[in-house]
């Protein structure tokens, strides 16, 4: 207390002195005291430590005077005294300070997050230019983002860090967190001084003007915001400026140790990126910079006085100021330049004494002022960083990585903040050249000094790669593919460093950044450097003559001018450079290029052509003189001309006019095409070699020392290392390789080639002549008549001899469709199937693959033996073209499926034909389906045929069949003759076909319709596929064309899955069967259909990674390896192994026990059917909570139909999954199909499975059971049932094994023995025995329901009229109506649940209750329920699906407690079959939320009060203003039914799934999908009848019309159903309330008006006769356009500007009377509504916000709000206004401050200020 009252004398002392002093020392006792902890307003003080928590302190700071300084002696007549005045309520007072905008970063929020009492603050000035500007001055947002983020983890709490920005993405990125502050400056009213300094300020610069103008305004900017800290109590005395391009090490004050910081006013650490203020300081700099261009005399004297004289004159603005001038003893222009550090030299010269300006050299830690001159090899000494070298004594505190050397800052960045690492930065050396052509200061340097460094020697060999990306990459054949050329480079890097230095020159942005610095590479973009003067010439004077793209030509051309003059540049600059090689980014070296020719003297030349064009050796005066020729032959026309029509290439094309600048097109002598002159950079070369051969060399590639591909594509590869050099295995010539050409799609070998070279591969086959992948097609032309088949590429004997397969002629063919529609190819089956075909047959064999889609060619990655074709490339033959406009279907199947599978025989013989004709021996072809494993060589099925003496073999039907050429010739000719007429088609068919029970329709049938055979009645169709084809073609000569059955062959054929089970093993290299009858072996397996996903884990043991393979196909258990049905027969050497898979299985102790959980899921073949869709994350949910509660106690077992779920459930310990359609149905669930019929209200597919699912279940147990497994217990679970603990726990008295069944949730959760479940089965399938039986049961135990289905719903009693009824009921029998019936027959042994005593709590229906459940040890109980019991399953049926995964995460203890409120059934459920008879009303597909419903949650009948939200969501919309924001909606909607219910109810009408989905029902809520509602009449009217006239997207404008429509018949539905309907509220998605909306207006009758507009269009009150007569008003008012463009014109609102098409449907554009633009009409709904309300003003109330009730914020945007609760009411402080807020709409991008503002409304913070004037992040 004594310290209190000692401050408050001081305090008051010291305001007494300041009233007679000049010196304003109530300032100073101000700070003195906030120093302390205290907050001052005006001239009184509170002092926190004495008076409590700050946040009950209402801060309102009368007066602070910011600085006042008397230095008009030192500063030559410029005063610096101001003042600045601050209150929350009205613009500051002081004019240099009017920021009562800025959103507050207060001293109590600072004492949040730590850093409130170190009152030091980094601020960052962060600014993106326009488009205009340089690329120099663009942002990195990467490194912006990681400096600041590394400043804050050094410096906070110490320091607080502010970043002040002005564009939006850094504001995206630089995501708030504790001690980081930011700003948005744009948003900051300016102050009078800024708005004085843009008035004043002219530019004197060599930089951009943008960027020179915010590096002046900068220093106003961040002043003007410490001066609103300063006055809103924030304590500033120590403040730090950074660049975004400075990294902090240590704390900047570290700089100088022995300086009193707050002494001064200013220290310069770096020139204007890093620089100490005091708050009074950098106000003083400000206002001299200000002052300084009061006047451009004085401005113009200071300049001169400070400014920099550079060589050269800048244009207009910058030199606004002082003109350019040729200095004394120069020739050239020159010009003054002055920055903002020029202008703070100016005034830290002024008193030097508190404006600190030291050398970094003498600071007390090192600075890097520049990088650029040397390198550094940093260190970490503990938390230090040094260099790593003798004799440093400083450690490392501040490094400026200006410019270019940004690139280095995330690398360093990762050193910095990781102490056991280092870091070498290799820097450039910016030194200018004065050479004549190449005036190149642009370039980054990398100087021979620095090449020292790294370990170059001084040889002076370099090379060179140019890449160039044009501006139409992205669908040009010359996009980049930058992970290649990386690979390429450090390749290069890696194979000639040191020796050689590799340089990359570039204008790509990524590759940039992809290519790290590192030791000998330069990476320089040739954008910067300025052109030199033969650049400039040459692009005057270039003219194209092309068949390449042109800008593509261009570079090619230009890229020679670039090299030389960057190699002039490095020559000049003291880089020798005696050797340069430049290379095409796709050629890989493997040795030093120089050794392609030993003998020459490299030295000696000027050129060398290695690859033309692609590798060229250069001396630098060789390049000199090559450029000079091309510009010399530029230099005319005519000259250029000459030397084209001398030395280009004649093309047999004509491009358009660009593409022939020089020489027209021409039609040679003795042609009829036009034909053109093609000039490229190397015809150009090939031209300048000529005239001096001697020192320009071009060799042939077989002449050089070592080998060089040149091209790709003419022969095929084989290489292996053979020491350190890369050969040919078995190659005639023994030459090492040196580099290859990648050229063109031959690109995508290069990165395995360089694994390969890189030692990561012992050797590396390239099948580059077969490659039929992308290849050029060849000009061959076949003279046969079917095999006009130029466009293959080449396959032909001499590239097949290279790869040893030469000899057999032998052909394995695959062919690959993939249809539009059907069954998408699974590609890793494919690629699976054919490597292990190359793997088995190779090089015997030769493997083709025939394939139709991208992807497949994509995967099947080119090896020896491997040939793939992509037929959509080559021309079709002529009787391929016959065969497509004959063939008509009769098909069961896709037709597109079959049209291909008789297709693809011709295009088979097509191939083949093709092979042959160029020399392909062609003998044996064996064509294999995609789902056909081989296991042997497939001609060992039979080793008695002459296979070459036959013409085809039919090992498994269509899908392995083997053919001479001339065979598959024959049947492709068969078959055309066979559709070469429709009557020889369908007299075939009728023959050889099959007739099918059902019909199909349309061109399935194209050629015999459908019938009913004699006896039968339902209707047949003929099926003829292509193997019936074959089936008659082989039936006229079976002797050449021979069929067997499987059984008759030498070795095992599989030709179909599904009669019985394998387990196979190897025997030897055989595979066979253990302990089988048969001893032979196998030698393929068909795969087909379903049974296609065991085709990868059988091809795993076929390649010996497992020893044996268990196939269960009959049963289909998905993980199949464990033989669950001969356990006792596995034979398994290790016992421990043996004993560990029994126990797998059977659970670890479930073996004694025997209990079994059983999921049955059942997904309709068709898809699903609407209310019963599965969803796969539930029941995968469910299935694993049950698994982890219950095993190894219990097993669980999944019968499921459906693909996608027995892929998702992962096969573990205790899990079975059972996919039940691959068993063949047994006889009782055949005796079941074929007497059931059913008697439904539910779908009928849905209600059959739930009968036939305990035979499937029973027939499954009774398997187990048979085959050894223990089943004692069952219990049976639907996948929506949790559990909570062992199901037997609900009856502990109970013997379970004593009874039948008990039901414990009706018939989703029952416990059954197997007897019991048989028993169940026996009597389903005998109350079924007869119709008469069944109706007989089903009248005894059905269900009466008041509806009446038709069809097979009431196929057992017909629908009838109850006694006393009017409508017409029907008989509903489900499975557990059967059920009932049979546990009557014996209660004792089959017990429903409510007959028992159960010992825990069972859920077995949501929707009566709410829940609040919690954690009670292991337990799980209610929250201060009456009952003590425990919880054991609950059953989420229906809607309530939806809780499961939340509750699990409960159950399974992430969350401690779960409040389930389900007590109201909501909207989207089943339809209601009422019909509305209002012909506006027929809106019988909306769920009925009727007033029963109404009645369970509380919802007063009489108030009739409803919200209405509407929720619109365009696919076409594309402009994120007009996309959804879920998160905020659903925020908002929470809010509103938190706020309201229950005296009003809230209902949201919306047309997105993801809405739909977040909202989660509760009560109050309703949710309406109104896409499943039948449009109205007047709806329809009125979507035909509207024409916009809008500036907003058309589609969000007619929803705003038709939302009004919607709200009315959703609205007139209700009522017509029960639904009070008094008062309806409709609001906007961004409107938040925080009162009753009915507040607005205490008094109006409500209950007397139509309409009550409280916000335009976002909120308005509406009667049920007033919305449906607006909704009336629009359908008229569009009635006809004459009448809609009066009333637009009439209402609408004149906008400028000129929308274009339906945007102006009624009014066209126009230009108003006094203006020059265009101008439109824009009519919106809320204009309508204008409209609507003039005709009827009295009861349509439109008032003026002022006169309501309640504060109504209908705009954001033009004040600040500080918001705080008084008692229930939200008020503003310090307003005069004493009303209470009701609303506020937070339009446009004021959305984002929802989220904030609902956690004030609902009272998680105290207060709230929105700033709105300047929108901070």
């Known amino acids: 207390m004594s310290l209190l009252l000692l401050s408050l004398t001081l305090f008051t002392l010291t305001l007494l002195l300041a009233e007679a002093s000049d010196v304003d020392t109530a300032d100073i006792a101000v700070r003195n005291l906030r120093s302390q902890g205290a907050h001052v307003h005006g001239r009184y003080l509170f002092w926190l430590g004495a008076f409590g928590d700050p946040k009950s302190v209402n801060i309102k700071q009368a007066e602070t005077n910011v600085f006042k300084t008397d230095e008009t002696a030192n500063e030559g007549g410029i005063s610096a005294a101001t003042s600045a005045t601050a209150t929350k309520t009205a613009p500051l007072s002081n004019k240099d300070a009017s920021l009562a905008g800025y959103r507050l970063a207060a001293y109590e929020a600072t004492k949040n997050d730590g850093a409130q009492l170190s009152d030091r603050h980094i601020i960052f000035t962060i600014f993106q230019p326009g488009t205009g500007a340089s690329s120099d001055y663009k942002l990195h947002y990467p490194v912006i983002e990681a400096i600041i983020e590394s400043t804050v983890n050094i410096l906070s709490p110490g320091w607080r860090v502010h970043v002040l920005v002005g564009d939006d993405k850094s504001i995206e990125i630089l995501t708030p967190r504790p001690g980081l502050q930011v700003v948005d400056y744009r948003t900051a009213p300016p102050s009078e001084r800024l708005e004085k300094f843009k008035d004043t300020y002219v530019s004197q610069t060599i930089n951009d003007l943008s960027f020179e103008n915010f590096c002046m305004r900068r220093w106003i900017l961040i002043a003007d915001y410490l001066d609103f800290l300063s006055m809103n109590g924030v304590p500033l005395n120590h403040i730090f400026t950074l660049d975004s391009d400075v990294v902090l090490i240590k704390d900047p004050l570290l700089v100088d140790k022995s300086l009193d910081w707050k002494a001064i006013q200013s220290y310069r650490v770096i020139n204007g990126a890093a620089v100490f203020w005091s708050l009074h300081g950098i106000n003083s700099f400000v206002h001299f910079m200000v002052d300084s261009y009061s006047s451009r005399e004085k401005a113009a004297v200071l300049v001169k006085k400070y400014g920099k004289t550079v060589k050269g004159c800048g244009r207009g603005e910058h030199v606004a100021l002082i003109p350019c001038f040729t200095p004394k003893g120069e020739s050239d222009l020159h010009m003054l330049h002055m920055t903002d550090m020029f202008w703070y030299s100016a005034w830290a010269d002024l008193n030097p004494a508190s404006r600190v300006k030291k050398s970094p050299g003498t600071m007390d830690c090192v600075v890097i002022n520049r990088l650029g001159d040397k390198n550094f090899n940093f260190i970490h000494k503990g938390s230090d960083v040094f260099e790593d070298k003798q004799g440093t004594k400083e450690p490392y505190c501040i490094i400026h990585f200006q410019g270019e050397h940004k690139k280095h800052v995330l690398p360093f960045l990762s050193f910095v903040h990781d102490t056991t690492s280092s870091f070498y930065l290799e820097q450039a050396n910016d030194k200018k050249v004065e050479g004549d052509n190449w005036d190149l200061e642009g370039y980054p340097m990398a100087a021979y000094e620095s090449m020292v460094n790294d370990g170059t020697n001084p040889s002076g060999r370099h090379i060179i790669f140019t890449i160039f990306q044009p501006d139409n990459a992205a669908t040009s054949d010359y996009k980049l593919n930058c992970t290649l050329i990386e690979a390429i480079v450090d390749s290069t890097i890696k194979l000639l460093f040191p020796e050689w230095r590799v340089h990359v020159l570039l204008n790509v942005d990524e590759l940039i950044e992809i290519l790290s610095p590192r030791q000998g590479l330069t990476v320089v973009d040739y954008r910067r450097a300025p052109p030199s003067e033969r650049l400039q010439k040459f692009d005057t004077s270039y003219v194209s003559q092309t068949v390449n793209d042109l800008a593509f030509e261009q570079f090619c051309i230009l890229r020679w001018n670039l090299i030389a003059d960057y190699l002039n540049y490095l020559n000049v600059n003291g880089v020798p450079v005696n050797q340069i090689v430049t290379l095409d980014s796709d050629v890989v070296l493997i040795k030093d290029p120089l050794l392609v020719d030993k003998s020459v003297d490299w030295s000696m030349l000027e050129t060398y052509s290695i690859i033309n064009g692609a590798a060229v050796s250069w001396s630098l005066q060789g390049m000199n003189n090559f450029v000079d020729f091309m510009v010399d032959s530029y230099s005319s026309k005519e000259k250029a001309t000459e030397l084209v029509r001398t030395h280009g290439k004649t093309f047999k094309a004509c491009l358009g006019d660009d593409h022939a600048t020089l020489i027209p097109c021409f039609i040679p002598e003795g042609e009829s095409e036009l034909h053109m002159l093609h000039m490229s950079d190397m015809h150009w070369y090939n031209t300048w070699v000529g005239m001096r051969p001697i020192s320009r060399i071009q060799k042939p590639l077989h002449s050089m020392d070592c080998l060089v591909v040149g091209e790709l594509g003419r022969k095929n590869f ?433 073996s004694v026990v025997g209990r079994h959980v059983v999921f049955a899921i059942f997904q309709p073949e068709n898809g699903s059917i609407s209310g019963y869709n599965i969803n796969y994350t539930l029941i995968e949910a469910i299935v694993d909570s049950t698994l982890n509660l219950l095993y190894p106690a219990w097993n669980v077992h999944v019968l499921a139909n459906d693909d996608k779920i027995i892929e998702k459930l992962i096969p573990r310990s205790g899990l079975q999954i059972v996919d039940y359609r691959r068993v063949p149905p047994s006889k009782r669930l055949q005796q079941f199909d074929t007497t059931y019929v059913s008697q439904t209200v539910n779908p009928v597919l849905f209600e059959n499975f739930c009968m036939r699912r305990w035979i499937l279940i029973a027939d499954y147990l009774n398997h187990l059971s048979e085959n050894g497994v223990l089943v004692n217990q069952i219990f049976t679970l639907d996948t929506d049932v949790v559990l909570i603990k062992d199901p037997f726990l609900l009856n502990k008295s109970l013997d379970w094994t004593a009874i039948d069944s008990y039901s414990v949730i009706n018939g989703a959760a029952v416990s059954w023995n197997l007897q019991g479940m048989n028993k169940f089965v026996a009597f389903l399938l005998d109350s079924y025995s007869s119709r008469e039986n069944a109706a007989s049961l089903a009248k005894k135990y059905g269900k009466v329901v008041n509806v009446c289905e038709k069809g097979d719903h009431v196929a057992l009693i017909p629908c009838f009229i109850p ?392 705009g954001l945007g033009s004040k600040t709000f500080d918001f705080l609760y008084k008692g229930s009411d939200v008020v503003d402080d310090g307003t005069q206004n004493a009303k209470a807020y009701c609303m506020v709409h937070f339009q446009g991008l004021y959305k984002k401050y929802i989220m904030s503002f609902l956690s004030f409304v609902h009272g998680e913070v105290s207060s709230y200020h929105l700033d709105t004037s300047i929108a901070l992040l």
């Open 1363 to 1754: 006694e006393g009824k009017k409508d017409l009921h029907m008989m509903h029998m489900s499975d557990m109506h059967w059920y009932h019936s049979w546990v009557d027959q014996n209660p004792s042994l089959r017990i429903k649940k409510s007959d028992e005593a159960i010992d825990c709590i069972i859920v077995d229906g949501l929707g009566d209750k709410n829940f609040k459940f919690v954690h009670k040890g292991s337990e799980i109980v209610e929250d201060s329920a009456q009952n003590e019991g425990t919880y054991c399953m609950v059953h989420f049926q229906g809607l309530y699906k939806k809780y499961i995964m939340s509750f699990l995460a409960f159950i399974h203890g992430e969350v401690p407690s779960y409040y389930l409120d389900t007590a109201e059934e909501l909207l989207y459920v089943k339809a209601d079959k009422v019909k509305v008879d209002d012909h506006n009303s027929v809106l019988e597909g909306y769920g009925l939320a009727a007033s029963k419903a109404k009645m369970n949650d509380g919802v007063h009948l009489l108030s009739g009060r409803h919200v209405v939200f509407s929720i619109f969501q365009s696919e076409s919309v594309t402009d994120s203003d007009w996309k959804l924001n879920h998160t905020l909606i659903n925020a908002i909607i929470d809010s509103t039914v938190k706020l309201l219910y229950p005296d009003w109810r809230v209902h949201v009408l919306v047309n997105d799934d993801k809405i739909i989905d977040m909202l989660t029902p509760r009560r109050g809520l309703l949710v309406v999908d109104y896409r499943k509602a039948p449009q109205s009449e007047r709806l329809d009217k009125f979507d035909a009848s509207y024409v916009s006239q809008t500036i907003n997207p058309i589609s969000f404008e007619r929803f705003c019309m038709r939302r009004w429509i919607l709200i009315a018949d959703y609205l007139d539905y209700l009522t017509k159903n029960g639904v009070t309907v008094n008062q309806i509220v409709t609001l906007d998605n961004d409107v938040v309330l925080i009162k009753d909306p009915l507040l607005v207006d205490k008094s109006v009758d409500w209950t007397d008006i139509e309409s009550y507009s409280i916000i335009s269009g976002a909120s308005v009150s509406w009667s049920l006769q007033g919305i449906n007569s607006f909704a009336d008003f629009l359908l008229h008012s569009y009635s006809s356009r004459e009448k809609a463009a009066e009333l637009v014109t009439k209402y609408g609102k004149t906008v400028k500007g000129c929308a274009e098409g339906d945007h102006i449907a009624l009014t066209p554009c126009f230009i108003p009377e006094g203006e020059n633009g265009l101008h439109m009409v824009h009519m919106s709904d809320m204009h309508w509504y204008n409209a609507w309300s003039d005709e009827k003003s009295a009861s349509r109330i439109r008032k003026s916000p002022e006169n309501f009730d309640c504060i109504v914020v209908g």
């Open 718 to 1150: 084989n290489f292996i290392h053979k020491g350190s050099d890369v050969v040919e295995e078995n190659a005639q010539n023994e030459g090492a390789y040196c580099l290859v050409h990648f050229q063109g799609d031959y690109k995508k070998y290069v990165l395995p080639f360089l694994s390969f070279v890189h030692g990561e591969l012992s050797s590396y086959y390239l099948n580059t002549a077969l490659d039929l992948l992308y290849a050029k097609p060849i000009n061959m032309r076949l003279d046969g008549d079917n095999a006009v088949l130029e466009g293959y590429p080449l396959a032909a004997s001499q590239a097949i001899q290279n790869d040893g397969a030469h000899l057999s002629g032998r052909h394995v063919v695959f062919t690959f469709y993939q249809p539009k529609k059907e069954q998408p190819i699974d590609y890793t089956t494919i690629e699976a199937i054919v490597d292990s075909t190359v793997k088995l047959l190779f090089p015997y064999w030769r493997v083709h693959v025939l394939v139709g889609d991208d992807k497949t060619i994509e995967i099947l990655t080119p090896r020896r033996g491997l040939q793939v074709v992509d037929y959509r490339r080559a021309p079709p033959s002529g009787r391929l073209r016959r065969f497509d406009a004959t063939y008509v279907s009769q098909t069961i199947n896709p037709i597109s499926f079959e049209n291909y599978c008789m297709r693809r025989w011709i295009l088979v013989a097509d191939y083949l034909n093709y092979l042959g004709v160029i020399g392909v021996p062609v003998s044996h072809i064996i064509t294999l389906n995609d789902d056909v494993v081989l296991i042997k060589d497939p001609l060992l099925v039979d080793k008695s045929v002459d296979w070459t003496g036959i013409e085809s073999y039919s090992i498994i039907n269509g899908a392995a069949v083997s053919w001479s050429l001339q065979g598959i010739n024959k049947f492709v000719d068969v078959l055309l003759d066979s559709y070469s007429s429709r009557e020889k088609t369908a007299e075939l068919v009728i023959k050889y076909g099959k007739t099918v029970k059902g019909c199909a329709e349309g061109d399935h049938v194209a050629l015999i319709p459908c019938f009913t055979p004699e006896g039968e009645e339902d209707l047949h169709m003929m099926h003829m596929s292509d193997m019936h084809w074959y089936n008659m073609w082989v039936d006229q000569n079976p002797s050449l064309r021979i069929q067997k059955p499987l059984g008759g062959m030498d070795c095992i054929v599989v030709g179909g899955l599904g009669d019985k089970n394998y387990n196979f093993i190897h025997k030897g290299t055989d595979i066979v069967e253990e302990k089988a009858q048969s001893e032979g072996a196998y030698c393929m397996v068909y795969f087909q259909g379903e049974y296609k996903k065991y085709i990868v884990s059988f091809l795993s043991f076929v390649h010996g990674e497992y020893a044996s393979y268990y196939l269960d196909t009959s049963l289909e258990l998905l993980y199949a390896k464990q033989d669950i049905t001969k356990v006792e027969q596995k034979k398994i050497t290790n016992e421990e192994i043996a004993l560990s898979e029994l126990g797998k299985y059977n659970g670890g102790g479930s």
